[in-house]
């Protein structure tokens, strides 16, 4: 009989782990986009790995501009209204819980405009 030592399935933003034991860091990236409706607000959307007992935490950042609703959500909101340089730094820090603070990661990414 062979034991599945691992599944992944892609969920909801998740790339989810079960049944294993990591054996290596998990993942966390993210991409930014303009939103169609608007001139000046990007939509930034998180994937992380999902390693079961160990949620992901997120808390963003922005160089410029005003984040719009939760900061600690897998999808960011940011207005760039009143920015007046030509570019704003989105950063992403994540977290598992209760999993070794070796993993934790820092992504970055620029949205340029204008």
Not at 13 to 36: L, M, N, Q, R
């Amino acid at each position: 009989m062979i034991t599945v030592i691992a599944q992944l399935i892609l969920l909801m933003g998740h790339v989810v782990i079960a049944d294993a034991k990591p054996t290596e860091c998990p993942i966390a990236y993210f991409s930014c986009g303009k939103v169609a409706a608007s001139e000046t607000k990007y939509n930034c959307r998180a994937v992380t790995t999902y390693v079961v007992d160990h949620p992901a935490q997120l808390a963003w950042r922005v160089s410029n501009g005003k984040i719009i609703g939760r900061r600690k959500s897998y999808e960011l909101n940011i207005d760039t209204a009143r920015v007046k340089s030509n570019a704003v730094t989105v950063t992403m820090k994540v977290h598992w819980k209760n999993f070794d603070r070796i993993c934790d990661k820092t992504v970055t990414d620029t949205i340029e405009f204008r």
